[in-house]
């Protein structure tokens, strides 16, 4: 019930329009061609309506193609040979050879599909399955296309402003995590570095999963174009894209403080007794501010994505995180004019770098300098991302 609350209402909308797009495709296919079984025109309705109104349009006419190049390899080679095992072999290898040539990505194994089916066919009505199949899949990218204008999909926002905040909250729950080991009073010589690896690990996972987290963000941005529920409404995109720019680039400092201190807990360079509680104590409290930070700034991303707007509770905690980096920064100081061991130099040095980075990347200021910045043209951005899902073969 608490899933279906949180997104249930919005599946069931996308299984009404995924299903009504299909029917609709199909009856209109089925009095095109009476006394058959159209169901490629569901079938390509059913895979061209899930996409955002700007990729559709690429997508329906890219599954067309597809569709035309299959059944011409099919209709050539079926009015010489029958469906054997061989001529299959050939048809699916020519298949795919033309489709990397065409650069139909997604679409590619739509050729030997359906060169395949025609095939299957057989010579004598090889040239009446190839133009109904073509005619099917003309009706079904029509009808998927006119579903999404018409019916456009909801905007994709707060899908990446709940992303963006799982991440800033999965970071400051690690760095909550760390804090709390090192408080306790088993952390030593031999339990610090197991603890510190563990903690480094965790964050290069962390870091590892940041392009999905842009993913999404790519998605919301196309979802607002062409689609009439984002006509009138303001754009998030810009501090969406900060909030996860700022993320990324705390994150990559935090793996690089974790680093430093696996390397300072690994040796005979870690003080022992009341010394070594005292600096497990003053890291602890700065990691936990850095978790604070960052959590804080987390939510007023998501805020910023759900309202449209900066609430003063979002943007009131995020000063008190921005204040915890300052005292963070303070204490970290004392620690290095207080230590002069080279080796935990190194990782005061660390310390000090990822809570100057946090101050940089988390500040408001800087937040509504970069939302302001302006920003890679459409067509650049799209080029780009076409060439980066679509590799040459």
């Not at 870091?207 to 196309?222: K, M, Q, S």
């Not at 990347?361 to 080029?383: A, F």
Request: hydrophobic share 45%.
């Amino acid at each position: 019930m608490a899933r279906f609350r949180h997104g249930g209402w919005s599946a069931l909308a996308w299984t009404a329009r995924l299903t009504a797009a299909s029917v609709a495709a199909y009856s209109i296919a089925l009095v095109l061609f009476p006394r058959t079984q159209p169901l490629l025109a569901p079938l390509t309705a059913l895979l061209v309506v899930q996409l955002t109104p700007v990729s559709l349009l690429a997508s329906g006419v890219d599954r067309v193609v597809s569709v035309a190049a299959g059944v011409s390899v099919a209709a050539t080679f079926s009015t010489a040979v029958d469906l054997t095992s061989w001529s299959l072999a050939i048809v699916i290898a020519v298949s795919l050879v033309v489709g990397q040539v065409l650069r139909l990505g997604s679409n590619l194994i739509e050729v030997p599909i359906s060169a395949m089916l025609v095939l299957g066919v057989g010579s004598l009505a090889a040239e009446t399955a190839a133009w109904q199949r073509i005619a099917e899949t003309l009706v079904g990218a029509g009808v998927g296309v006119a579903s999404n204008l018409l019916l456009p999909a909801r905007v994709r926002t707060r899908d990446a402003g709940d992303a963006i905040e799982k991440m800033a909250e999965d970071l400051a729950a690690l760095l909550d995590r760390a804090g709390a080991e090192m408080a306790s009073q088993n952390t030593g010589d031999a339990v610090l570095p197991d603890r510190a690896a563990g903690w480094l690990d965790e964050a290069r996972r962390l870091t590892h999963d940041i392009p999905n987290v842009g993913t999404t963000l790519l998605r919301a941005e196309e979802s607002r174009r062409l689609n009439l529920r984002a006509v009138g409404t303001a754009d998030p995109g810009p501090g969406l894209r900060q909030g996860m720019e700022a993320l990324e680039h705390s994150a990559v400092a935090v793996r690089s403080m974790f680093r430093s201190l696996l390397d300072a807990g690994t040796g005979d360079s870690w003080p022992s007794g009341d010394q070594g509680e005292e600096l497990e104590g003053a890291i602890a409290v700065v990691l936990c501010e850095f978790a604070a930070g960052l959590r804080a700034f987390g939510r007023l991303v998501r805020a910023d994505a759900h309202l449209h707007h900066s609430q003063p509770a979002q943007v009131a905690g995020l000063r008190e995180g921005l204040e915890g980096l300052l005292e963070a920064r303070a204490r970290i100081s004392d620690l290095i004019l207080n230590d002069d061991d080279p080796a935990r130099s190194e990782l005061n040095f660390a310390l000090l770098a990822t809570a100057k980075r946090l101050s940089t990347e988390l500040d408001i200021d800087e937040r509504i300098r970069r939302q302001t910045r302006p920003r890679q043209s459409t067509r650049g951005r799209m080029r780009q991302r076409v060439k980066q899902s679509n590799p040459p073969p």
